[in-house]
RNA sequence: CGGGAUGUGGCGCAGUUGGUAGCGCACUUGGUUUGGGACCAAGGGGUCCCGCGUUCGAGUCGCGGUAUCCCGACCA
C-alpha cells in the first residue's frame, strides 16, 4: 500500500467519533486537493499554488466561459492590479466591506539593510499616495470608464477581465478562499435601468447554464438578501450550490449597481435628448472558487470525478504486459485507437510508464478523476476488445475495438449527463420546505437547503445565524414552490414567499 | 485581532530521566515482477524554525522572537 496515495475517505470519516463534521469533510476535501495534484499552500500565506493539473481544469473553464461572454457581445479588456487608496474610498458602502482585507503598498523600493543583513524597506522611498492592490475593480474601472462615456452613443459597455485579486482573508481554504485567487469581472454600463438589471439577470443566466452544462453541478439562481449583497451593489444575483456534505456554496454572482459608482466617479452622459444622466452599471464574477465546487460536488472514495467537459485528460490507456513484444503490439495497438479518438476531439492519455504497475496506474487516475479508463492486455489484444471503466459508476465493461472512438464519444456525454443527474439527485433530495423554529434547529444540524419563510429583515436573518450558522443563501428567482403565503418561522410574522437557508462555505 | 496547537531529510512522523539524529513513504542504482496501489538488495539526502541562556554536553530544559495550522469574527 501507498500511503502517499491514499486518501481520508468519507466512510472513514464517518466512522470517526465526530466532533465537528465540517471539519473533517474539510481535511477530506484539502487532502483530496493536494493528492489528486490540483494545488498546494504556497510559501505565501494564504496563498495556493495551482499545479499544472488542476491549472488545465481552470483553463477548460476559462475557454468555455469567455466564448459565453463573446456569445452575449461582450469584450475583455485590462485594468491596472494597483488601486489609489483614495478610489477605494469614493463608494461608501464599497470601501466598508473590503477595507478589512485589503493589501497595500506603501514603498517602492528597498535597500541593503545597515546592519548588512538582508534588505529592508527604504524609508525614503514611501509613497505618496497608498496603493491597494484590488480585492475587485469597480473602482479603477468607473474611475477609467469616466473618460469613455459621453454620449449615449458610447452605451452600452460590455467589458470583461480575466485577473487576479487579492483579499487578505483572515482563514484560507484551497480554491475556495485564498488570500490571492484568479477570476474574471465583467462591468457593464448602460443607458437605462431597465437595460442594466437585464444585463445582471441574463449573466448570473449564463453563470447557472455553465454550471449546469460544463460542471454538472446543479444551482440555485436567486437574489441576496440585503446583508448578504454585494457591498455597494443595488442587488445581488448569485448562483448557490449544494456540496456533498450538505453545505452551500456561492459559486458566481452577477450584481446590478444602480447609479452607485457612477455617481462615485461622476459618470454621466448627454442622452437622446441632450440632457446630462448617470449611468446604470452592473458587475458579474466567478474564480476559480469553481473549482472547489467541482470537487466537491463529484468527488467519492476514491478521489476526484471531473466530468468529461472539463476533464483535461478525459480517456487514460494502460497497456498490461509482461513481455517487451507483448508491450510493443498492444502500445501500438493503443496508438491507433487513440489517433482515432483523438480525431473525434477526445483527449487521451496513453501511459506507458514501464516502471510502475497497472493498479498503481488505476488508482492514479481514478484519484485525478478521468472520466473513462480503457486497457488492453494480451487477452483483449487476441479477441480485439478493451476493457473500459467508467469513473463515474465505477463500472467495468468489454468493449470492441471495432468502433470504439465512436463508442467513447457518446460514453462521454452520457457520463456528462449522468454526472449532472446524480449531483441533481442529491441536491433535490437534501431539500426540506421548514415551517417551525424547532424543526429548523433540528433540520439545519443534518445540512442541506432549507426553504423557509422569512419575515424580511435583517434583524431576524441576524438572529437565525446567530443561533444556528444558517444564513439566507438567496431567494430564488424561478423556484414556483416558494411561491407561496405563510409566517417567519422566527418572528412569525407574514410571509409571502420561501427563501433558502443553509449553513455555508 | 482574541483562544488553542505545532515547527526534526521532499512528504508524514518518532525521539524516554539532557549523552553518536531515527522510522515509513518518496528518491537513486541493480535484479525479479506487471489483469487493482509489487518485492529483494544496496545507496543518497538533516544548521532538529531563529536567537540568547542553563549545562562538561541541548532536538530535548528556560526566556524571547518568528512561521504555519486549527477554532472564532470576515469573505468569491
Known sequence: MNNNYTIDTMAEISNKEVTNREEDYSKWYNNLVVKADLAEQSAVRGCMVIKPYGYAIWEKMQHELDRMFKETGHQNAYFPLFIPKSFLSREAEHVEGFAKECAVVTHHRLMNSPDGKGVVVDPDAK?????VVRPTSETIIWNTYKNWIKSWRDLPILCNQWANVVRWEMRTRLFLRTAEFLWQEGHTAHATEAEAIAEAQKMVGVYADFARRYMAMPVVVGHKSETERFAG????????????DGKA???????????????????????????????????WGVSTRLMGALIMCHSDNNGLVLPPALAPIQVVMVPIFKTDEEKAAIVARMEQLKKEMEAKGISVKLDNRDHLRP???????????????????????ENGNVELARRDTSTKES?????????????????????????????????????????????????????????????????????????????????????????????????????IFARAY
Request: hydrophobic residues 35%.
Open 233 to 244: 451593489a443595488v442587488d445581488t444575483y448569485s448562483i448557490e450550490a449544494m456540496m456533498q
Open 399 to 499: 468493449v470492441p475495438q471495432e468502433g470504439l472512438a465512436g463508442y467513447v464519444s457518446e460514453l462521454l456525454d452520457t457520463i456528462q449527463n449522468n454526472m449532472y443527474e446524480k449531483a441533481l439527485e442529491f441536491r433535490d433530495s437534501h431539500v426540506v420546505k421548514v415551517d417551525t423554529w424547532e424543526e429548523f434547529k433540528e433540520k439545519i444540524e443534518d445540512g442541506g437547503f432549507l426553504l423557509c419563510h422569512w419575515d424580511g429583515t435583517p434583524e431576524t436573518e441576524e438572529k437565525i445565524k446567530e443561533e444556528t450558522k444558517a444564513t439566507i443563501r438567496c431567494i430564488p428567482i424561478d423556484s414556483c414552490v416558494c411561491e407561496e403565503e405563510g409566517k417567519c418561522i422566527y418572528s412569525g410574522k407574514p410571509s409571502k414567499r420561501r427563501v
Open 249 to 283: 456554496l456561492q459559486a458566481g454572482t452577477s450584481h446590478f449597481l444602480g447609479q452607485n459608482f457612477a455617481k462615485a466617479f461622476e459618470v454621466q452622459y448627454a442622452n437622446k435628448e441632450g440632457k446630462l444622466d448617470y449611468v446604470w452599471a452592473t458587475s
Open 359 to 381: 493498479g498503481f496506474k488505476f488508482a492514479e487516475w481514478e484519484l485525478k478523476g478521468v472520466p473513462v479508463r480503457i486497457v488492453i492486455g494480451p487477452r483483449d489484444l
Open 127 to 131: 509613497l505618496e499616495e497608498e496603493l
